[in-house]
């Protein structure tokens, strides 16, 4: 049961960057997928999810309108097309996948509902 995070780097503001989640060991296409970051010094925080199959998206307010988050089940991979970053979003990002429970269950916001962590991606972004 893996999950591997790549994509990160050192870019400017206003520059684009995106980060890939490969999945292995488990039935991807039973889990919804979410993206954390945790900034030095700070909590975690939830950055946004898709659901099983990709019918809905969620986002938190600091990034909506900017970052994209998708999945390719047949590759097993989940996105997130970060664009017009700005020096906030300076962090440690962390794929994640939470295992759904019902058919109308939704991706959660809280980490603690997420099974399955992959190891962090750092995004840097200088002004």
């Known amino acids: 049961v893996q999950l591997q995070a790549s994509g990160g780097g050192l870019v400017q503001s206003g520059d684009s960057l995106r980060l890939s989640c490969a999945a292995s060991g488990f039935f991807f296409g039973s889990y919804h997928m979410g993206w954390f970051r945790q900034a030095p010094g700070k909590e975690r925080e939830f950055v946004a999810a898709?659901?099983?199959?990709?019918?809905?998206?969620r986002y938190a307010d600091s990034v909506k309108g900017r970052f994209t988050i998708s999945r390719d089940d047949a590759k097993m991979t989940v996105l997130l097309q970060m664009n017009n970053l700005i020096p906030e979003d300076t962090a440690e990002y962390y794929c994640a996948a939470q295992r759904r429970r019902s058919v109308i269950s939704e991706p959660a916001l809280n980490g603690d509902a997420y099974e399955i962590w992959g190891q962090g991606t750092l995004v840097t972004v200088s002004s």
């Open positions: 898709i659901r099983v199959g990709g019918s809905r998206t």
